[in-house]
C-alpha cells in the first residue's frame, strides 16, 4: 500500500454524554469530515482501560482517539481525570513499545462542539496519514 | 369536599419549568408542561457556558431535557397559552389553546429533510437574528421534542416539505386546538424577558452594528452559534481586540422604571469576558460597572480570577453613552473614571441587558388571577417566596423575581413540593404504570440476532447503500434475521420489529440507525414489549455518525456503515439480560438543622405524609432567625418564627430531637441508619432520606476595636437595641465586609449589604437626624433589595465606597471613636466620629460541618460550607443519591432563599420518599467475589460512594452498593484483578466491538 | 528406566536465571517425598543425560515436565518441543516461560541490540576485536554450531501448548509442593489452569489498607515505609494489586514491594495495562484538586513505565515487544 492512497483506520471512545453527543451534533449540523473513525460508545470516558486501546492497536487499529467532557464537566464527576492520567502514562508506554505517541490521542469535545469533533477527527486523519500505516497494521 | 386531582400544570419549559415537572412526576404526579414555543428548554439553550464552572450549558442541559421529554408522566404541550383557569386549589379547570404546528407531532421523526430543502431563509431567534433559518424548523439542533415547525409568517406554501417527507408528517391545514385540564396544582415557570437595548438609545443598540446584547454575545461565543464558536464582530466578520461589557443596562434605572437589579448580569458578564479571553488570550475586555455583585457561591473567587488570571479590567463607572466611529465602526465609549470624563475606542460592545418580566404577564396574572409586584414580576411573601396570592397556584424562576440558574432550579423544586403537598392525597392517581409482558428466558439459547437497518428517509438511504448494509449483515455469524426500513422508529416498523421477534425466534435485535441518546428507550421499549430484556437490545449509529457526516463519500460511508454494524453485531452476540433491582425504601426522613431551613423542610416532608425526625443540637428550635427581629418589608419575623415552631412540634409526623447530635450513619439511600447522640443516650433511626440543614455561623471580628470599645457592634447587636431600645448614637458608621471577601474568607457573605441598608433605614425611622454611614466595597443589594438601597439613599444613608488598599482606620483618642475613612470622589482621607461602629461580619460555615460531611461522606467546598453535586443545575442534591442541602449549610442566603431550598430539598427527597422501592439502573458494577482481592482501588475511585469494603470470611471484599451506583465503569477499568464487570459494557463486549470495529472476524466463540 | 511404576519428571532450564531449580531444591525434605513419587528421567542441572536419550524417548513417555525459563534460543525452541512431544503434561514453570520473565524484558531490543550491549558496549567488556556470536564457525577441525539467538523473546506456551503455568520468580516451594501433591494425587485442575490462587497478593498482604488516593510517587530508598501500612498508599509503587498472589506476600512481609512475578490476575488480559490502568487512576486524584494537577506531570514520576508495569510480562503482553524501526 502507497502512502498517498493509504486511508487510517482510527477507533474513538467516546464517552456518552459529552463527546458522542458531540459527534451526533457535527452529524445534525452536517459537517463532514472524512470516514476514517470507527467510534466506540462508553458511558464515560474514565471507562476507558488501557487494555482496550492497547488491544485496537494490536487489531490494526492505525489511531486511537478517546474522547471526553471537558474537565469539570464530566458526567459522573471525575471520570475523565482517570482517563487523562491512564492516557498520559500510556503514550509514554506506547513510545517504549515503539509506536508513536501521536497516533493515541486525548480530546475533550462538549455536546455543543459539533465543529469542534469534525475538526479533531479532520486533524486526526491528517496527522496519522502522515505517520503512515500502523506498524501493526498488518492490512486487517 | 372533592377529591383533588393527582395533576400539576407546569407553565413554561425553561429549566425551572422542567425541574419542577421531573420533581413532581418522578413522586407520582401527573403532569402537564406547557410552553408557547415548539420546544423546552427556555433560555438555557441559548448560553454557551455557565458560571462559576464554565461547564456547558447544552450538556448539562441536555439529559434532563431527554428526560422531561420521554417521561411517561410528563405530558409536553407546545405551542400552547392559557385561556382561562377556573376552580381552586385541588382542582382547577384549565382552558388551553394550542397553535398549529403543521406538523404531526407522532409521524415527524426530526430527521429534518424538509429544513434541508425549504427555500426560504429567516431570522434565526436561537441565534438572536444572527443567523438564518428555514421556514420549517426546530428552535435548536438538540431541541425537545425533536418535532418541526412550520413558521405560517414565513412559509409560502411552496409544498417542497410536504413531499420530501417520506414520513409524511407535513400538515398544512392543521387548525388551533382546544384543550382542557383538570390538575391539582399550577406552577408557573414563564421565566423572564430580556430588556430591549433599544429603549436605551445612547448606547446605539440597533443603529451601531457592533453593539450587540449580552444574549447575542452569548450566540457569538457559543460553538454551535452564527460564527462557529469564532468570537467575530458582526458588522465586517473581523476578530474584535477590545471589546467593552456596559452593565446594568435596564437594570438599576429608575428612569426607565426599573430600579431593581436583574442579579445575573454581573456574573455572566465576566463570564463572557473570560470565555472571549479563552477563545482569543489577546483581546482586551473591559467591564464597566457599578458594583460587581458577584455574591453567589464561589462566585468572587471566579471575579478574582477574572481580574487576575484573565486580566479582565473592571472600571466602575455607569456609561452614560456611546459614539461610533463612521470608516472603522468601532466604538466610543464615555465613563467617568476617578471623576475625570474619559472616552476610549473598542471594536464591540456587549450591553449586559436586565431580565424583564415576561411579555405576557399581564394577561397572564389577569387569566390566573394572581398578584404582580409594581415591575410586573410575580408578587411573594418573605415566608412565602414560592405562593402566588392565589392558593394552589405556585412560583418559581425568574418570574418572581430575576435570578439565575441554580436558584430557579432550587425555588423549582421547592414549588413543585408546595404543589406536591397540597394535593398529596392524590398522589399515584392519574400516573400510568406499564404493564409489559414476562420476560422471556433467553439463557442458553445461541444468540439469534434481528437487524434493522434504518433508511431514516433519504438520510441514510441517500448516502449508503442500505440493501448492501443489509446483504452484508446478513452474512454475519448469529444473525438470524435482517431487513431494512424506511423509518424503522415509526410506529408500524415497531409493531414489525415486535412480530418478526416472535416469528423468527430472536432473543437479540440491532437497530442500525440515529444515535441511542435519543432513539434507545424507543427501541428497548419495543422489544419489551416483545418479551426481551432491553439489555439484549443496541444500536449502531449509522446517520449522525456516518451518512450525515460522508454525505458525499457513498462508497466509503457505505463501508464504514457495515464496520459500525459489525461491531455493534460482534458487542450484540455477548449481551446478557440484565435485572433491575429494587431496592426498598423507609419512607422516613431526617433532617439535620432545627433552624428555619430544617424546620421548613420537616414540615414540607410531613405535608406530603411522610415522618420526618428533626436533630437540632440546641436546647431549642430556631436557629438564626431568634436574632431576627425585622425585616426588610413588612413581616414579623418574631412572629412568624413562633407559628413555624408551632407547626412543627404540634404536627404527629414530626419528631424532635433537641440536644442532640449524629453520632453514626450508616447505610445508603433508602435505607439508613443513624444513631443519635441525646447527651450521651443513643438512638437509632431508620430513615430513607438525610436533608442537612446545619447552618452557619456568624464571624467573632478581631477587626475595628470589636470587643475592645462597646460602641463596637456587628449588625446582629444593633438589631438587638434597635429592637429592644438603648440606641440613641447621632453618628453611626457601618463597615461593610468585615471578615468576608479577603484572604482568610475570600468569599462573600451576601445577605450582610442587605441587613446594613436594613439597620439603617430602621435608624432613619426611629432617628431621623441620626447620620449613617455605610462604608462598602461593593453594595450587593440584588434583586428587588434594590429599591431599600435606594431608598436609604434617598433618605440621607451615606454610602461610601472603599477598597482593599484604603481601608477606613480606627481609633480610641481621648474615649472617641475616631474613623478615618478615604473619600474616592475628594481623594481625601475624611474624618468620621461615630458613637456607634456597626461592623457587617462575614457568614461562616458551621464548624460541625467537617465531621458531620465525614460521617455522610459528602464533600465540601474549599470554604467548608457543603458542596452540591453541581453548582447550576443540581444546587440542593449531593452527589450520593438520597443526601440533600438547605439553607446556610450551602452558603449564605437569606430567608427567601432558605425556605425555596428547604422546600427544594424536601421535594427532591420526596422522589425518593414517594416509592415503596427504588428501581435501579441494570446497567451497574457487579463484583466477582472470587477474584476481589480487597485491595481497595474501586472504593477510592468511585465518585459516588458506592462501593462499600465488606467482610467475607474475614478478608474485605468489594460490594457494590446497587442504589448508588451510576454505571460510569471507572472502577471497571480501575481495578487491577478484573473482579469488577461493567454490565452491558463490560470489556468482553467493548473488546469484541473494538476488533469487530476494525476487521472482518473469521472465528467467534 | 522403565522399572518401577513411579511417576517420571523431566527438568528442564531454559532463558532464566537458574531460581527456579533451586526451587525446586528449596522443597527441601519435600524433595524426598518427590523422589519416592517419582524418578527424575531428565534435569540437565543434576543429572547427566544427553538430548539424545531424551529424543529416543517414547512419545508421552514423560509424565510431567517442568519447564522453566522464556525460549529465545533455536535451542530452547527445538527442547521445548522435543519435550512437548514426550510429555504427557507440559508445566511452565516460573515467570520466564510463564510470562516472559526477565529475560522477555529483551524484547524492547531485537538481536542486533542486545549483542552490541551485551559483547561491545558494556562497561566490563573487553572485547576488542568486536567479536559477537554466530551460528557457525570455521574450526580446522570443521564447522561449529551455536544455536541461533531470536530477535523476540517467547513464552513457552507461545512456542508449544502448555498444560500448567507455575507463576513465580521462582515458584514458591509450597507452592510447587502443592502441584506435586495435586499430581500425585491425580487432581490436578482442567488443562490451561494456572496453579496458584484466584486472588491477588493483597488477599495476602497484612498491611493496613484505607485510601488508596496519591499524589507523589516515592521509590523505595526515598523513604522509610510505615510496615503497617499498605506500601502504594504510601506512594510506593506496589505491583501486588494486579498480581497473582500464592506467594504469601513474601517481599511486602520483607517491607519491599511487588514487583509482580506472579502475572496477571486470571480475569485480566495483560498484568500491565491492569496495574497502569489502576495506579494512574488513583494518582493525583483526591479531592477538589484534580484539576491542577498535571496529569504528564503526574506520569513523569515513573521513569521507565514499561519496565515497571511489565516487568516480568513483556513477552506475553498484548503488544508482546517493542517495534523496530526499519
Ligand atoms: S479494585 Fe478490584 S480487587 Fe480491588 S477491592 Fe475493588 S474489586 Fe476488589
Ligand atoms: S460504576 Fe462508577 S458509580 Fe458505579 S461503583 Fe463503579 S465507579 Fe462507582
Ligand atoms: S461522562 Fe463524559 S467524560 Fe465522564
Request: hydrophobic share 35%.
Amino acid at each position: 500500500m502507497t502512502k498517498s492512497e493509504f486511508e487510517p483506520k482510527i477507533v474513538g471512545f467516546l464517552c456518552n454524554w459529552c463527546s458522542y453527543a458531540g459527534a451526533d451534533l457535527a452529524g445534525v449540523s452536517r459537517i463532514q469530515y472524512p470516514p476514517t473513525l470507527r467510534i466506540v460508545r462508553v458511558m464515560c470516558s474514565g471507562r476507558v482501560d488501557p487494555v482496550f486501546i492497547l488491544e485496537a492497536f494490536r487489531s490494526g487499529a492505525d489511531g486511537v482517539l478517546v474522547a471526553g467532557c471537558h474537565p469539570g464537566d464530566c458526567h459522573y464527576l471525575s471520570g475523565n481525570y482517570k482517563l487523562q492520567r491512564r492516557v498520559s502514562m500510556l503514550k509514554k508506554v506506547l513510545e517504549q513499545f515503539g509506536l508513536e505517541p501521536e497516533r493515541l490521542r486525548l480530546e475533550w469535545v462538549s455536546a455543543s462542539e459539533g465543529d469542534r469533533f469534525a475538526t479533531v477527527i479532520k486533524d486526526m486523519t491528517e496527522k496519522v496519514k502522515k505517520l503512515g500505516p500502523s506498524p501493526l497494521n498488518n492490512g486487517g | 369536599m372533592k377529591d383533588k386531582v393527582g395533576a400539576v400544570l407546569v407553565v413554561g419549559g425553561g429549566i425551572a419549568g422542567i425541574q419542577a415537572s421531573l420533581d413532581l412526576a418522578n413522586s407520582g404526579f401527573r403532569v402537564y408542561l406547557l410552553d408557547e414555543s415548539p420546544s423546552i428548554g427556555g433560555t438555557m439553550t441559548q448560553l454557551d457556558k455557565t458560571f462559576p464552572t464554565n461547564d456547558c450549558a447544552m450538556c448539562i442541559l441536555a439529559p434532563k431535557l431527554v428526560m422531561a421529554g420521554r417521561h411517561p408522566n410528563i405530558e409536553l404541550i407546545m405551542g400552547a397559552e392559557i385561556k382561562s383557569v377556573e376552580g381552586e386549589e385541588g382542582h382547577f379547570q384549565v382552558a388551553l389553546v394550542r397553535k398549529p404546528r403543521y406538523i404531526d407531532e407522532e409521524k415527524c421523526t426530526g430527521c429534518g429533510v424538509c429544513a434541508r430543502k425549504c427555500p426560504i431563509e429567516g431570522i434565526d431567534e436561537f441565534n438572536e437574528g444572527l443567523g438564518e433559518r428555514t421556514a420549517i424548523y426546530v428552535k435548536y439542533p438538540q431541541a425537545v421534542p425533536l418535532v418541526y415547525a412550520i413558521d405560517r409568517d414565513k412559509c409560502i406554501g411552496c409544498g417542497t416539505c410536504q413531499e420530501v417527507c417520506k414520513a409524511g408528517a407535513v400538515k398544512y391545514d392543521e387548525k388551533e386546538k382546544r384543550i382542557a385540564l383538570h390538575v391539582g396544582s399550577i406552577i408557573l415557570s414563564p421565566g423572564f424577558e430580556e430588556f430591549d437595548p433599544k429603549l436605551k438609545g445612547e448606547y446605539g443598540y440597533g443603529r451601531y452594528s457592533n453593539v450587540v446584547s449580552s444574549i447575542e454575545f452569548e450566540r457569538i461565543l457559543s460553538a454551535s452559534g452564527p460564527y462557529g464558536g469564532i468570537v467575530l464582530r458582526p458588522s465586517d466578520g473581523k476578530v474584535p481586540r477590545k471589546i467593552a461589557f456596559i452593565q446594568c443596562v435596564g437594570s438599576r434605572d429608575a428612569k426607565i422604571g426599573n430600579n431593581y437589579c436583574s442579579s445575573a448580569c454581573c456574573m455572566y458578564a465576566i463570564k463572557e469576558a473570560i470565555i472571549a479571553k479563552e477563545h482569543n488570550p489577546d483581546l482586551q475586555c473591559t467591564i464597566f460597572f457599578m458594583d460587581v455583585r458577584a455574591y453567589g457561591k464561589e462566585f468572587d473567587a471566579y471575579y478574582n480570577r477574572a481580574e487576575e488570571e484573565y486580566g479582565v479590567k473592571f472600571v466602575r463607572s455607569r456609561v452614560p453613552q456611546i459614539g461610533e466611529v463612521l470608516e472603522s465602526q468601532n466604538l466610543l465609549v464615555k465613563y467617568v473614571e476617578d471623576e475625570n470624563p474619559a472616552t476610549e475606542e473598542f471594536n464591540l460592545v456587549v450591553l449586559s441587558v436586565g431580565m424583564r418580566p415576561p411579555k405576557h404577564a399581564e394577561e397572564l396574572a389577569k387569566t390566573l388571577d394572581i398578584k404582580l409586584n409594581k415591575y410586573n414580576f410575580c408578587s411573594s411573601e418573605t415566608f412565602s417566596p414560592l405562593e402566588t396570592s392565589r392558593p394552589g397556584i405556585y412560583v418559581c424562576g425568574a418570574f418572581s423575581s430575576p435570578k439565575d440558574i441554580p436558584e430557579s432550579v432550587a425555588q423549582a423544586s421547592g414549588a413543585a413540593a408546595k404543589a406536591a403537598s397540597s394535593i398529596s392525597s392524590a398522589r399515584e392517581m392519574l400516573t400510568t404504570v406499564k404493564e409489559y409482558p414476562p420476560e422471556r428466558d433467553v439463557s442458553g439459547e445461541e444468540p439469534r440476532i434481528g437487524v434493522f437497518v434504518c433508511h431514516c428517509g433519504i438520510n441514510i438511504g441517500g448516502v449508503v447503500n442500505v440493501p448492501e448494509v443489509v446483504e452484508y449483515v446478513k452474512t454475519l455469524p448469529n444473525v438470524a434475521y435482517a431487513e431494512h426500513n424506511l423509518y424503522t422508529c415509526s410506529e408500524d416498523t415497531q409493531k414489525r420489529i415486535h412480530e418478526i421477534i416472535k416469528e423468527h425466534n430472536l432473543n437479540r435485535v440491532v437497530v442500525a440507525s440515529c444515535t441511542p441518546r435519543t432513539h434507545e428507550p424507543l427501541f428497548r421499549e419495543t422489544v419489551r414489549e416483545a418479551g426481551l430484556n432491553i439489555y439484549l437490545f443496541e444500536m449502531a449509529n449509522i446517520r449522525d455518525q456516518c451518512s450525515w457526516v460522508h454525505m458525499h463519500e457513498h462508497e466509503e460511508a457505505t463501508e464504514k456503515a457495515k464496520d459500525l454494524v459489525r461491531s455493534i453485531v460482534a458487542k450484540t452476540r455477548l449481551l446478557k439480560p440484565l435485572k433491575k433491582p429494587m431496592i426498598d425504601v423507609t419512607p422516613i426522613g431526617l433532617v439535620i438543622g432545627g433552624g428555619l431551613s430544617g424546620m421548613t423542610a420537616a414540615l414540607e416532608l410531613a405535608k406530603q405524609d411522610f415522618e420526618a425526625h428533626l436533630v437540632e443540637k440546641e436546647k431549642e428550635l430556631g436557629g438564626h432567625l431568634r436574632h431576627i427581629h425585622y425585616l426588610l418589608g413588612s413581616e414579623d419575623p418574631q412572629e412568624r418564627l413562633g407559628s413555624i415552631i408551632k407547626e412543627v412540634t404540634e404536627n404527629e409526623k414530626i419528631h424532635v430531637h433537641l440536644n442532640s447530635e449524629l453520632s453514626d450513619v450508616e447505610g445508603y439511600v433508602g435505607n439508613f441508619k443513624t444513631t443519635l447522640n441525646n447527651d450521651g443516650e443513643k438512638k437509632e433511626i431508620k430513615h430513607g432520606v438525610v436533608i442537612v440543614a446545619t447552618g452557619a455561623m456568624e464571624y467573632n471580628p478581631n477587626e475595628y476595636l470589636y470587643g475592645v470599645d462597646e460602641r463596637v457592634v456587628t449588625q446582629r447587636e444593633l438589631e438587638e437595641r434597635l429592637t429592644n431600645g438603648g440606641f440613641n448614637a447621632k453618628t453611626v458608621v457601618m463597615i461593610q465586609c468585615v471578615g468576608s471577601r479577603n484572604g482568610e474568607h475570600p468569599y462573600c457573605s451576601r445577605i450582610c449589604c442587605s441587613q446594613a441598608v436594613k439597620n439603617a433605614l430602621k435608624i432613619k425611622e426611629l432617628s431621623p437626624e441620626t447620620d449613617v454611614y455605610v462604608l462598602y466595597k461593593d453594595m450587593r443589594t440584588y434583586g428587588f433589595l434594590e429599591d431599600y438601597y435606594r431608598e436609604a439613599a434617598s433618605k440621607g444613608v451615606l454610602f461610601i465606597n472603599y477598597d482593599d488598599e484604603n481601608r477606613p482606620r480606627l481609633v480610641q483618642e481621648n474615649g472617641k471613636l475616631k474613623l478615618t475613612v478615604w473619600e474616592p470622589v475628594i481623594k481625601t482621607w475624611t474624618p468620621i466620629e461615630p458613637d456607634l461602629l456597626a461592623l457587617s461580619v462575614a457568614t461562616l460555615p458551621n464548624p460541625d460541618n467537617e465531621h458531620i460531611a465525614k460521617m455522610l461522606k459528602v464533600p465540601l467546598s474549599k470554604d467548608k460550607f457543603f458542596l452540591e453535586a453541581h453548582m447550576k443545575l443540581r444546587p440542593v442534591d449531593f452527589a450520593t443519591e438520597g443526601i440533600f442541602l438547605c439553607g446556610l449549610a450551602h452558603w449564605p442566603k437569606s430567608i427567601e432563599e432558605s425556605i425555596s431550598q428547604a422546600c427544594a430539598a424536601a421535594a427532591r427527597a420526596a422522589t425518593i420518599l414517594s416509592k415503596e422501592a427504588l428501581e435501579v439502573e441494570g446497567a451497574i458494577a457487579n463484583v466477582n467475589e472470587d477474584f476481589c482481592s480487597g485491595c481497595k482501588i474501586c472504593e477510592s475511585v468511585c465518585a459516588y460512594n458506592a462501593i462499600e469494603m465488606k467482610e467475607v470470611d474475614g478478608k474485605p471484599r468489594a460490594h457494590v452498593l446497587e442504589a448508588l451506583c451510576k454505571g460510569c465503569g471507572v472502577c471497571g477499568s480501575s481495578c487491577p484483578t478484573g473482579a469488577i464487570s461493567m454490565l452491558n459494557f463490560t470489556d468482553d463486549q467493548i473488546l469484541a466491538q473494538v476488533r469487530a470495529a476494525l476487521k472482518e472476524e473469521t472465528k467467534y466463540d | 528406566m522403565e522399572k518401577t511404576g513411579k511417576l517420571k519428571f523431566a527438568f528442564y532450564w531454559a532463558a532464566s536465571c537458574g531460581g527456579c531449580e533451586i526451587t525446586v531444591l528449596d522443597v527441601n525434605e519435600k524433595i524426598l517425598d518427590v523422589l519416592a513419587l517419582a524418578d527424575i528421567v531428565f534435569w540437565p542441572v543434576a543429572i547427566d543425560i544427553k538430548y539424545k536419550a531424551v529424543k529416543a524417548f517414547p512419545d508421552k513417555s514423560i509424565d510431567v515436565c517442568f519447564f522453566n525459563g522464556a525460549i529465545r534460543t533455536e535451542e530452547q525452541e527445538h527442547m521445548a518441543k522435543l519435550l512437548r512431544k514426550k510429555s504427557k503434561v507440559l508445566i511452565a514453570f516460573g515467570s520466564c516461560a510463564y510470562q516472559g520473565g526477565i529475560p522477555g524484558l529483551a524484547n524492547v531490543a531485537d538481536k542486533k541490540e542486545v549483542f552490541e550491549r551485551a559483547y561491545l558496549q558494556s562497561p566490563s567488556t573487553h572485547n576488542p576485536n568486536c567479536v559477537t556470536p554466530k551460528t557457525s564457525f570455521k574450526v580446522p577441525e570443521g564447522e561449529l554450531k551455536l544455536p541461533e539467538f531470536f530477535d523476540t523473546v517467547k513464552t513457552l506456551d507461545q512456542t508449544v501448548a502448555v498444560d500448567y503455568y507455575l507463576p513465580g520468580c521462582p515458584p514458591v516451594s509450597d507452592q510447587v509442593a502443592k502441584a506435586v501433591e495435586a499430581i500425585a494425587k491425580n487432581e490436578l485442575p482442567p488443562k490451561g489452569s494456572v496453579l496458584a490462587p484466584e486472588k491477588s497478593v493483597c488477599d495476602e498482604c497484612p498491611r493496613k489498607k484505607e485510601d488508596k488516593k496519591i499524589s507523589k510517587i516515592y521509590r523505595v530508598y526515598e523513604i522509610t515505609p510505615d510496615p503497617e501500612k499498605c506500601l502504594l498508599e504510601q506512594g510506593i509503587i506496589c505491583i501486588g494489586p494486579a498480581t497473582r498472589g500464592g506467594c504469601g506476600a513474601k517481599c511486602i512481609n520483607a517491607n519491599m514491594p511487588c514487583t509482580g512475578c506472579g502475572g496477571p490476575c486470571p480475569n485480566e488480559m495483560e498484568q500491565g495495562a491492569a496495574m497502569m490502568s489502576a495506579l494512574l487512576s488513583i494518582l493525583g486524584v483526591s479531592g477538589e484538586k484534580e484539576l491542577e494537577y498535571d496529569a504528564e506531570k503526574l506520569a513523569d514520576q515513573i521513569r521507565d513505565p514499561l519496565g515497571t508495569f511489565y516487568k516480568y510480562s513483556l513477552p506475553a503482553s498484548l503488544l508482546r515487544r517493542r517495534i523496530m524501526k526499519k
